[in-house]
């Protein structure tokens, strides 16, 4: 158990530290969710200025930032390494795989974690947005288990498209998420065949459930069982697909 953190923790660290020897990669991940922020959500002075709206704009563009980060982390990454030498190579050597899954969900969750930080300073600086300690925990929580989606769905893509192709498809998919889930409008401007379509998106969601944990409030029963269900559907098709990349690129 200990050889395994161990492990862990190296394959995370120079995971980090191949990430940031190139800061411009970090800049689409940090820096687009807080310019979403003075862009769309500040100069709305309704918006701004109203507690319950503001915090519910602050925690979709905190949503934003971990499926930004989670599809482009997983999806990219693993495009990526699939097409080179060394990944084969890592696994000839006495690693588990749960040391190198662990090591890839820790690096990418702390530059996801990174991301969040930039939205929430600003959030409390510049909009009426607030919360208690209890409802900061319980969204932290309500975030963690709704960012499983994210990382199964950029996982999924990485292990079926090669990168370029991968880059692609997650913009499209991540700015498609992003509009129809409620991030960037509010759900309540919706049509109401976007608005019950938005439902069965993991985006919205995992909007709701950190909303709710944050503000309290009736959760819809939708979002919980709409995450779950992501969560177990998306876990087969990675697990499908992580073992064809397997059988034809390693024996």
Wanted: hydrophobic share 60%; glycine share 8%; net charge positive.
């Amino acid at each position: 158990m200990a050889t395994t953190l161990q492990l862990t923790a190296l394959h995370a660290r120079y995971s980090l530290l191949e990430t940031v020897r190139v800061p411009i990669a970090l800049i689409g991940s940090l820096v687009f969710p807080a310019l979403s922020l003075l862009f769309f959500v500040v100069p709305q002075a309704q918006v701004a200025g109203d507690p319950v709206i503001a915090t519910q704009a602050v925690i979709s563009l905190i949503v934003f930032a971990v499926l930004a980060n989670s599809l482009f982390g997983f999806g990219l990454t693993i495009a990526q390494a699939r097409e080179q030498a060394w990944d084969p190579y890592l696994r000839t050597l006495p690693v588990t795989g749960v040391a190198r899954v662990l090591s890839h969900l820790c690096s990418v969750g702390l530059l996801g974690f990174a991301a969040v930080i930039p939205v929430v300073v600003l959030g409390a600086l510049v909009t009426a947005a607030t919360t208690t300690p209890t409802g900061l925990l319980g969204g932290i929580v309500a975030l963690l288990v709704g960012a499983l989606p994210f990382m199964l769905l950029g996982t999924a893509i990485g292990y079926a498209l090669p990168s370029k192709a991968a880059i692609a498809v997650v913009q499209v998919v991540m700015f498609s998420l992003a509009f129809a889930g409620g991030l960037f409008i509010p759900p309540f401007l919706f049509a109401p065949w976007l608005d019950r379509l938005s439902m069965f998106l993991p985006s919205r969601q995992t909007r709701e459930l950190v909303v709710w944990a944050v503000q309290g409030g009736e959760l819809p029963w939708w979002s919980w069982v709409g995450v779950l269900a992501w969560t177990l559907v998306l876990t087969v098709v990675v697990l499908a697909l992580y073992r064809r990349d397997e059988g034809r690129r390693y024996r």
